[in-house]
């Protein structure tokens, strides 16, 4: 998984989260009457029951709710859920009638995606009386590939804003000599320490391999750092780690920013 942290100086980091994981509204019903989307908004994603559902919830938290962020919440208008196996692939039905994603397109996986569409058609199916957007991660993440990710400037920008992070790898920072506090006030601190000497054996253990495992599985050069500042990885590293980014498909994408701000760390996915 491609992991990641911004530094730069603590300059801030690229929208990568608004680009690859913010949660929008669903077509669980992006499908209106007969499955197809009748309604387009002249900007925005199509006007479908479900986005009119979590449009009148999050009026009706405007007036009754007094709490900052609420989240809008809607109400399950389903009784079963199933997934459908077709011709074109794996799409998730709610009452014989197709999920669709926020841009109002069939929401239709890979064959090689049924894991992924038992997962969704789960999600649904488990839902009580309400449901919230956080409660939906994949059909969030699936919606992404099939709307945002196989190709366009959202692809490039979530493909430019991952290599801004390549600079600042967790594993890439290595330091064998405890630092004082003049050193700290100079370059920050540093993730790889001298004591306590067991954590020293684990990361010589554990990280100390992948960066081994990098250099042979990519033929790069890879440098490490004893500081959070002014950090670099030399060009032909960065354009090789472009090239495999720009391999990705759209479901590879989709879910590569996820994986980074959970684990930090940028060369475990490209292999």
């Not at 499908?31 to 559902?53: D, K, Q, W």
């Not at 997962?119 to 991660?137: C, F, G, N, Y």
């Not at 790898?169 to 306590?196: C, H, K, M, N």
């Not at 990361?203 to 250099?215: G, I, K, N, S, V």
Request: charged fraction near 25%.
């Amino acid at each position: 998984m491609l992991g990641l942290r911004s530094t730069r100086s603590f300059a801030p980091a690229p929208p990568l989260r608004q680009l690859c994981g913010t949660p929008r509204t669903w077509g669980a019903r992006h499908l209106t009457t007969g499955g197809t989307v009748t309604e387009v908004a002249p900007e925005g994603p199509p006007i479908t029951e479900t986005n009119r559902e979590f449009a009148s919830a999050r009026r009706r938290e405007a007036i009754t709710d007094s709490k900052p962020g609420a989240e809008a919440t809607l109400k399950r208008f389903w009784k079963n859920v199933a997934v459908d196996r077709r011709p074109d692939g794996v799409a998730v039905k709610l009452d014989q009638r197709t999920l669709r994603t926020p841009g109002g397109k069939p929401l239709v996986l890979p064959k090689s995606k049924a894991m992924l569409a038992t997962l969704i058609a789960h999600e649904w199916d488990v839902q009580e009386r309400t449901m919230k957007h956080h409660s939906l991660p994949m059909t969030s993440l699936a919606s992404r590939a099939i709307d945002d990710l196989g190709e366009g400037a959202t692809r490039d920008q979530v493909r430019a804003a991952l290599l801004e992070y390549l600079d600042t790898d967790t594993i890439w920072y290595v330091s064998r000599a405890y630092p004082s506090r003049s050193t700290l006030l100079l370059t920050g601190p540093s993730f790889f320490q001298d004591e306590p000497p067991p954590l020293v054996v684990l990361q010589d253990r554990h990280w100390e391999p992948l960066l081994d495992w990098a250099r042979s599985t990519f033929g790069v050069e890879i440098n490490k750092f004893e500081s959070l500042l002014y950090n670099s990885q030399p060009e032909a590293t960065k354009t090789k780690f472009d090239q495999l980014l720009q391999s990705f498909d759209a479901w590879e994408m989709a879910g590569e920013p996820h994986s980074s701000f959970s684990w930090s760390v940028l060369i475990l996915k490209p292999s």
